[in-house]
């Protein structure tokens, strides 16, 4: 598995904490496994002007700036204000970014 993130150790207890897992070991043997939110990733949106509609794979999520918990993979992010051109991108996300997208939304 590797070296973990954080190591927790309490008694005979002992926690290793990974991107996307947590084992729990007691007397040095596996006593659980659990996946974590760690497998997601934040991203950070913001526009000019504020107050954008934020649109994750078509789904409407919010509204800027707003931080999103976003699971691993590829994803279409759309913006859009009245009035204004909408701004899209498409990336693909990985399990444990911090990502900031900063878009301008040109007048029409």
Not at 65 to 85: D, E
């Amino acid at each position: 598995m590797g070296k973990p993130d954080r190591e927790i150790q309490f008694d005979q207890r002992q926690w290793m904490i990974y991107p996307g897992f947590v084992a729990a070991l007691k007397d040095d043997k596996l006593e659980s496994f659990e996946t974590s939110g760690a497998g997601t990733a934040k991203v950070a949106v913001q526009s000019d002007p504020a107050g954008a509609e934020i649109y994750l794979d078509d789904q409407f999520v919010g509204s800027t700036p707003s931080i999103l918990s976003v699971a691993p993979g590829k994803h279409a992010f759309r913006l859009h204000a009245a009035g204004r051109a909408d701004w899209t991108r498409q990336m693909n996300v990985l399990a444990g970014s911090d990502i900031t997208l900063t878009a301008t939304l040109d007048k029409n």
